[in-house]
């Protein structure tokens, strides 16, 4: 563990080590490319085939980043279905006989709903095909499927499994690892000098907003970078033991009710798109905030004058990056670093925030049920 500006601890060191990280990744992707593309390759090659993206939490928000961007790379359509919701309503989830890819991502692989969730699909869904990404091979859902005919397991290098209570590390590389399985032209040495340049002032930006004391963090983004807002939304509530309460929504589905959380406590990001068209979305909800919270509790992340914004503060996070969704591998630690340094400033323990046990690393207390045989 070493002093990153924002404590010492696992959580610290995680933050910081994904740049350092992401070319290992793309390196134990490239280690199973041929059976990735010969799985994928046989899938895809059914055009009635369903592409689901797969996890409960942070594993299920990885899903809702990388989608849009594999969709527009298949040129076809890519479901995001969390683990938790396969498992409460299979039936939904395995709506015909369409063939299945399933798309499982999983830091330990150790959540009971990973587990059953694989299990049910593969009961429900003719020809289903499994794609496991995982940052712990010898956890369950690794072991379970290393070795089945039609899957094949990613296994990312170690240092991704994160030791901390939240998973930093392990969401930028899973959602690296399926953008580079499924063949997207990523530039990773481009993403970790980004990375690297915003981690060299994380440490000051995050501390100055934590020291401003919010009660509520708002996170705002379009397409891919809902599913962003939606894990940033969770660090704060992970890391602060919900004393910060951290809230999601798209920068044009905020104003259909959410808005009402805004109050004179709040501090609200908006992560600007890199597509043009979505990125109007997202300044005209920065410059509103602006209105309603001042100039000074708006944080605006990304490639932006202050004065386009309304005078928002400025968060940079540039590179040429065409994609949101691989943009947000640099992005998110914005919201890491935001969620660690409000966590430091209320005294409490990044790597344990639940002392007592009420939430887990691995997630505990979760019955699965007997899906009976015959329903339909």
């Known amino acids: 563990m070493g002093e990153r500006g924002l404590g010492t601890s696992w959580t610290a060191e995680e933050i910081w080590q994904q740049p350092a ?3 290992r990744v793309a390196a ?15 899938a895809l090659a059914d055009a009635r085939t369903r592409v689901v993206l797969t996890g409960a939490g942070t594993s299920a928000f990885i899903g809702e980043v990388v989608a849009p961007a594999l969709a527009r790379h298949l040129g076809r359509p890519v479901e995001t279905l969390p683990t938790t919701e396969v498992v409460a309503d299979p039936l939904a989830a395995a ?6 890819l399933l798309v499982s991502f999983a830091r330990s692989g150790n959540s009971p709903e990973s587990l059953a969730a694989a299990e049910l699909l593969h009961r429900l869904t003719p020809g289903l095909r499994h794609l496991v990404i995982t940052c712990d091979p010898q956890g369950e859902l690794g ?10 397991v990613v296994a990312l290098p170690e240092e991704t499994n994160d030791r901390g209570f939240a998973m930093t590390s392990s969401f930028t590389g899973m959602a690296l690892a399926a953008l580079l399985a499924f063949g997207l032209d ?3 040495d481009a993403v970790a000098r980004e ?8 440490a000051e930006r995050a501390s100055a907003i934590a020291g401003a004391k919010p009660a509520r963090l708002v996170y705002l983004g379009s397409g891919a970078l809902r599913g962003l807002a939606r894990e940033a939304a969770l660090k704060s509530l992970e ?14 589905g905020f104003r259909h009710g959410p808005k009402s959380v805004l109050d004179d406590r709040t501090i609200a990001f908006v992560f600007l798109s890199t597509d043009p068209y979505a990125r109007s979305y997202d300044v005209d909800i920065a410059r509103e905030l602006v209105q309603s919270l001042g100039a000074d509790r708006v944080v605006v992340v990304g490639d932006a004058d202050s004065g386009e ?5 400025v968060w940079p996070v540039r590179g040429s990056f065409t994609s949101p969704s691989v943009w947000a591998l640099v992005a998110v630690i914005t919201a890491q670093t935001t969620a660690l340094a409000c966590s430091l400033a209320l005294d409490m323990t990044p790597d344990n925030p639940f002392p007592g046990g009420e939430v887990n690393r691995v997630v505990q207390g979760v019955v699965i049920h007997e899906f009976p045989d015959g329903v339909s």
Request: net charge negative; aromatic share 4%.
């Open 143 to 152: 072991r379970r499927w290393a070795g089945a005919d039609d899957a094949v």
């Open 239 to 252: 890391l602060t033991r919900g004393e910060v309460v951290g809230i999601a929504e798209s920068s044009l």
């Open 28 to 42: 134990a992707v490239e280690q199973v490319r041929p059976r990735v593309e010969g799985l994928v390759g046989a």
């Open 95 to 100: 709506v015909d006989d369409r063939p299945v």
């Open 195 to 202: 990375g690297t340049a915003v981690l060299g002032e994380a």
């Open 21 to 23: 990280t992401w070319p």
């Open 309 to 313: 914004c309304g005078g928002a503060q």
């Open 186 to 188: 990523v530039d990773v």
